[in-house]
């Protein structure tokens, strides 16, 4: 298997009109191997998904598990050893094994579970050649006031820039910003010249060395790149003056959103006014230089990229895992202490288990200060198993205060059924449609609600939201009758 230098010098001698034979003799390998890596069309990171194989140990896990089982509520000095194991299996149940196999299962299969979760300066610009850089501005999202940091991709030729607001400037914002910029012009710059960005590399030696997910997106996109010299941002001038100029016409007065990834969406159209001015040196419309910008550039690949970065992180007891030293991210409790995959993007962090089933999804963080990133309906299923825990609950706290009181009441029965029925419809709609539905429901009943009713109220809000109008089909007002005692009946 090829390393992704060999890879990228594959696709750059193919670009640059090389035949299959030539490059196979000049880099001494297989015509089939050169023939592969041009054909490629996607080269996004994949998920390490591992396939579980059946063991010959599978039938007694059983009994393995009830045995560490005991030990974790006895002596800790008189514990079971993957030895003592082996012998009880073959004294016991009569099965020989060898002790290596013993020992990888238990380690594998997490089964002993530990008591504490211990360049060059360029003077002229060809056209669709790009020039890279973040500035930072303030924005205000949901109320808070943020100091985020905006990637910039500007063509010296045209003199026209696009830009992307992220919360950091990780390798994963760098591609992703690109991405979409590339995906919005229709095309890919043939060069891209970087400030010495840590976000896709580090500079070793005097040479920099990029990181595996940006050197994935490089290959995939079929660009090349060029690095500045540190502290000689006049390399790029170009880029330089353009992070001001966006700043001063985008970001004043100091916007106000919701939600990042839909302002980026319109900030790429915003971009457009530039086409319009004339350039500053040649004396025609930014453009109609820009057209031969276009028309340089690379086709975009038949698939886009994935710009997620997976990573192997062992949850803790809580089933949270922590990423990049100071942000904590619940899954569910059920996968305390297990091995899991988590997909690190721009806007998300995405837990999954082995198996590739997604157990939580959360807005990543970027801050210094350690964050706790908690979905507290991830709790409730364990609550209902274990519903003397409701009073110190997170989610207590979401719901609202005439629930409190009900749930407050009930018997230990009562309460486990509830919050039984409250996880289910977490699971099916969502906690903010679960929520509405039992904020409107307790403000209408004289009586407490039903948490079946809940559910289904739940799902009509995520489904169709309260305001749909019915598309075809029968009259089913009825059942709003029925089920809602009257809620919907303007409906």
Known sequence: MLNMSQVLTIREKHCNGESVSEIAKALNIDRKTVVRYISQEDFSPKPPIKQSRPSKLDPYR?????WLAEDSIGFKKQRHTDRRIQERLKDECGFECPYA?????????????????????????DPGIAQADFGQADFIISGTRLRCHYLVLSFPYS??????????EAGECICQGLKDIFTHIGKVPTMIIFDNATGIGKLKSRV???????????????????YCNP??????????????FLRNQLFVPVPKLEDLKAYNAGLLKR?????????YAKGISQGTLFESDFKAMAELPSKPFEAVRYELLVADGYGHVTVDTNHLYSSVPAA??????????AYKVTVLDLAGEVLAEHNRQFSKQRTENIDPASQLGLLAKRPRGWRNSRIRSQIPESVVAHLDAQDADGLRRDLRLLHESCQRSGLSATLDALDILASEYAGFPDFFQVGVLAARIADLDLDALPVGGADLSCYDEIFLGGVQDAR
């Open 62 to 66: 059983e009994i393995i598990e009830s």
């Open 101 to 125: 196999t013993i020992s990888d299962y238990v380690r594998k299969n997490n089964l002993r579970k530990a008591n504490t979760t211990r360049i060059s300066l360029d003077l002229f610009w």
């Open 159 to 168: 003199n026209i820039g696009y830009t992307q607001v992220f919360l950091g």
């Open 208 to 226: 920099f060395c990029e990181s595996e997910l940006f050197s994935l997106f490089k290959a995939h996109y079929r660009f090349k790149t060029r």
């Open 231 to 244: 502290a000689s941002g006049w390399e790029k001038g170009n880029c330089e003056r353009k992070v001001s």
């Open 271 to 279: 971009c457009s006014f530039q086409e319009s001015q004339t350039h």
């Open 336 to 345: 305390a202490g297990k091995e899991l995959i988590v997909g690190i993007g």
